[in-house]
T-cell receptor
Framework: NAGVTQTPKFQVLKTGQSMTLQCAQDMNHEYMSWYRQDPGMGLRLIHYSVGAGITDQGEVPNGYNVSRSTTEDFPLRLLSAAPSQTSVYFC?????????????FGPGTRLTVL | QKEVEQDPGPLSVPEGAIVSLNCTYSNSAFQYFMWYRQYSRKGPELLMYTYSSGNKEDGRFTAQVDKSSKYISLFIRDSQPSDSATYLCAMSARRGSTLGRLYFGRGTQLTVWP
């Protein structure tokens, strides 16, 4: 199993550009989520999904969209990038919402918005 | 006030020392408590998981929860340079009810020098 994979590893955008961060898992996990990690701020939940076709907002959803068309994939879209979105983004998954505490994290995507 | 408070450190100790990492929280509904370890430029990985109050031991690691004081701790005995990482505490209110919402501390950066 590859676990949770994220692409790209690094990305530089200009203000106003859009892009999609990819996340995939091969563990047949129901629950997937996106976090951002900023210095001194810990991990903050952006969006999450409890299954294909079901998504919901987390703590800091503004400026981001998600969709979950398959169990395996959970892409995060930045609609119009802003410097405040410079961060490290982590995707995570767990077997089900009843076991969401044992989340498996991907390696992260480091995003810089100029 | 953040729901979970954690001193970011940094904490620097010699090899073999006993390390104590702590978090406090304000939400009395939290019942599940976790410690994640994050190596530099990697995703967090689950280290310890406890439910409600009490102690849990796993090798050199001991997790303690004191719900009456809203205080959790992670102890590392005989610390090794390989323990150098950022340690994040996380907690959740109830399996399933918040759809897997984890609340993270900011993380404590630990360095164990030989």
């Amino acid at each position: 199993n590859a676990g949770v994979t994220q692409t790209p590893k690094f990305q530089v955008l200009k203000t106003g550009q859009s892009m999609t961060l990819q996340c995939a898992q091969d563990m047949n996990h129901e629950y997937m989520s996106w976090y951002r990690q900023d210095p001194g701020m810990g991990l903050r939940l952006i969006h999450y999904s409890v299954g294909a076709g079901i998504t919901d907002q987390g703590e800091v959803p503004n400026g981001y969209n998600v969709s979950r068309s398959t169990t395996e994939d959970f892409p995060l879209r930045l609609l119009s990038a802003a410097p405040s979105q410079t961060s490290v983004y982590f995707c995570a998954s767990s077997y089900s919402t009843n076991r969401a505490d044992t989340q498996y994290f991907g390696p992260g995507t480091r995003l810089t918005v100029l | 006030q953040k729901e979970v408070e954690q001193d970011p450190g940094p904490l620097s100790v010699p090899e073999g020392a006993i390390v104590s990492l702590n978090c406090t929280y304000s939400n009395s509904a939290f019942q599940y408590f976790m410690w994640y370890r994050q190596y530099s430029r990697k995703g967090p990985e689950l280290l310890m998981y406890t439910y409600s109050s009490g102690n849990k031991e796993d090798g050199r690691f001991t997790a303690q929860v004191d719900k009456s004081s809203k205080y959790i701790s992670l102890f590392i005995r005989d610390s090794q340079p390989s323990d150098s990482a950022t340690y994040l505490c996380a907690m959740s209110a109830r399996r399933g009810s918040t759809l897997g919402r984890l609340y993270f501390g900011r993380g404590t950066q630990l360095t164990v020098w030989p």
